[in-house]
């Protein structure tokens, strides 16, 4: 019922920047929750950020005043600006969803890599 497309992803030197996007289509609920998750190899599955469809934002301790996540209601996008990358950022990141409706519905993204390296 929700699809996501992710993109944004490639690799880059400590210290640079990248955005990735998100964007959702299908039976959206009015009441959601969006975010970005990573897994780096031998790692378990992270929360990165989230947002809610009020408004509210959630970061990761590693992650906090670096990255910055938001939305474009108009477009159904979600957004993560990713400032001043180190290596230890280097991962699969993926794009979820949690639909709120009659019964709650989680969606996944189909991951993108990201890699910060020298």
């Known amino acids: 019922q929700v699809q996501l497309v992710e993109s944004g992803g490639g690799l880059v030197q400590p210290g640079g920047s990248l955005r990735l996007s998100c964007a959702a289509s299908g039976s959206i609920a009015s009441i959601y929750v969006m975010g970005w998750y990573r897994q780096a190899p031998g790692k378990q599955r992270e929360l990165v950020a989230t947002?809610?469809?009020?408004?509210?934002?959630n970061y990761a301790p590693s992650v906090k005043g670096r990255f910055t996540i938001s939305r474009d209601n108009a477009k159904n996008t979600v957004y993560l600006q990713m400032n001043s990358l180190k290596p230890e950022d280097t991962a699969v990141y993926y794009c979820?969803?949690?639909?709120?409706?009659?019964?709650?519905?989680?969606?996944w993204g189909q991951g993108t890599q990201v890699t910060i390296s020298s």
């Open positions: 947002i809610i469809s009020g408004g509210t934002t």
């Open positions: 979820y969803f949690q639909n709120f409706l009659m019964t709650t519905r989680d969606y």
